[in-house]
């Protein structure tokens, strides 16, 4: 089934509410350094995580850069996927692997220019994915601006068979867009499926997934 995740869950309604849509897999953001409206903490996460059905993939997505700190963050929320969606470096991801040996990491590569190719084949190698997505001066995601897709494309072509999944700017209008020109195995979306209050609304989730799916297959 193809990957297709909604980021930025808060509670446990808008967790069951995205899988009841048909979300493969939901990020909790945990542990930030950059403007974020829909962090929460680890309590509340792993309260909302400790109650979801075995299926669901469950993805902790994390600023911090120290090694040992995410690998105690994704054991205290309760996550067995990390989403390292800062810069860490090279060495660092690779402690983590070894501190959090279990655990699918997922890195994101923010695409600000034609230098996200020469950094997405630096992590290539250490990371069981990675997530291209937009950032703005004080937003490492969650922007809801698109980047440019031609990059997305020859990353995806660069890395193979890596998957890559696909971020920024996301909503149901667009997804099969997107994929049709980058080819992704997957994407991920936050901001696209909210209403204008902030929160997951599910006639949006469910546009999405459908459209992504169809477009994925």
């Known amino acids: 089934m193809a990957f297709v995740k909604i980021c930025g869950i808060q509670s446990f309604e808008e967790a069951r509410a995205a899988l009841d849509c048909g979300a493969t897999a939901l990020g909790f953001l945990v542990g930030l350094t950059h403007r974020a409206d829909d962090g929460i903490d680890a309590t509340t996460a792993h309260g909302i995580v400790r109650h979801l059905p075995a299926g669901a993939e469950v993805v902790l997505v994390t600023h911090l850069l120290d090694s040992a700190r995410v690998a105690d963050l994704a054991a205290?929320?309760?996550?067995?996927?990390?989403?390292?969606?800062?810069d860490m470096a090279i060495p660092d991801l690779r402690r983590l692997r070894s501190l959090a040996p279990v655990a699918r990491l997922l890195k994101a590569v923010h695409v600000t220019g034609e230098d996200a190719l020469g950094r997405a084949l630096d992590y290539a190698?250490?990371?069981?994915?990675l997530v291209l997505d937009t950032r703005t001066a004080d937003r490492l995601?969650?922007?809801?601006?698109?980047?440019?897709?031609?990059?997305?494309?020859r990353i995806v072509a660069a890395v193979a068979p890596l998957p890559v999944y696909l971020a920024?700017?996301?909503?149901?209008?667009?997804?099969?867009?997107?994929?049709?020109?980058?080819?992704?195995?997957?994407?991920?979306v936050n901001s696209g499926v909210e209403d204008a209050g902030g929160h997951k609304d599910m006639p949006k989730m469910r546009a999405f997934v459908e459209r992504a799916r169809a477009a994925l297959a």
Do not use: K
Not at 76 to 86: E, F, K, L, P, Y
Not at 125 to 129: F, H, I, P, V
Not at 179 to 186: K, L
């Open 125 to 129: 190698a250490d990371a069981d994915a």
């Open 168 to 188: 920024g700017g996301l909503r149901p209008e667009n997804v099969g867009e997107a994929v049709a020109r980058v080819r992704p195995a997957g994407v991920d």
């Open 141 to 153: 995601g969650g922007t809801g601006q698109t980047h440019d897709w031609s990059v997305s494309a």
């Open 76 to 86: 205290s929320v309760g996550t067995r996927a990390i989403q390292v969606h800062d």
